[in-house]
């Protein structure tokens, strides 16, 4: 009896700890095969599902994005940029309207400035860490705390926490931006083609952690 008992008392145990792992709090934003659950705001841009990644391709900018707003949260994507000249960003507690997307955005930046990782308010203020110019103190210092961070050939690894008005930004595992601003306490998440004709950007294991 006691033998049984025991079994039964580890296999609840077990049974809890897989629950545990399921509810974590991760949701993620992309199933790997459809674009279901996000929406493209613009009358261009081509949308496409390769092999568990999201591809993006057009000749002009545009943005796809979430169609649930998120305030305090967690989020983690991967990015693969195209060869050649290009530039993207992830955007959080963005706003939306037709052809246009504008708000906070964590940079990708593959030019020698090297500002990946960096914030930056798309479509309104501009840069808000680092500073302009690209040769200020600010944009030194922060050259100087990410470098090597970014990767220009590999999938890169965004981890974003936004909680009230405390912003920050990581890079595979490296602090870039450790930022307070109150303009938006929500909004929606979004992900840039940055609009070089025919390149490819490609995203893929996007999920969310409401807090």
């Known amino acids: 009896m006691k033998k049984i008992t025991c079994a039964l008392l580890l296999a609840a145990l077990a049974g809890c700890s897989n629950l545990q792992a399921k509810n974590d709090g991760w949701v993620d934003l992309f199933d790997g095969k459809t674009v279901e659950g996000w929406t493209n705001p613009y009358a261009r841009g081509e ?97 100087e705390k990410t470098k090597g961070s970014f990767k220009r050939h590999d999938w890169n690894k965004y981890r974003i926490k936004a909680e009230g008005d405390r912003l920050q930004i990581w890079v595979n595992d490296v602090l870039c931006t450790d930022y307070i601003d109150d303009m938006d306490a929500e909004g929606y998440i979004g992900i840039q083609h940055h609009g070089e004709d025919g390149q490819i950007y490609k995203f893929r294991n996007i999920r969310v952690m409401e807090l």
């Open 47 to 143: 949308i496409t599902v390769v092999d568990g990644e999201i591809h993006l391709k057009a000749d002009k900018k545009f943005f796809l994005c979430t169609e649930k707003k998120y305030a305090d949260f967690i989020l983690e994507v991967e990015l693969k940029m195209p060869e050649g000249k290009a530039n993207s960003g992830v955007m959080f507690r963005c706003h939306v309207e037709p052809n246009k997307v504008y708000g906070y955005q964590a940079e990708c930046d593959t030019s020698a400035r090297a500002w990946s990782g960096g914030l930056f308010d798309e479509a309104r203020r501009g840069w808000l860490n680092p500073l302009k110019p690209n040769d200020s103190a600010s944009g030194n210092a922060f050259r």
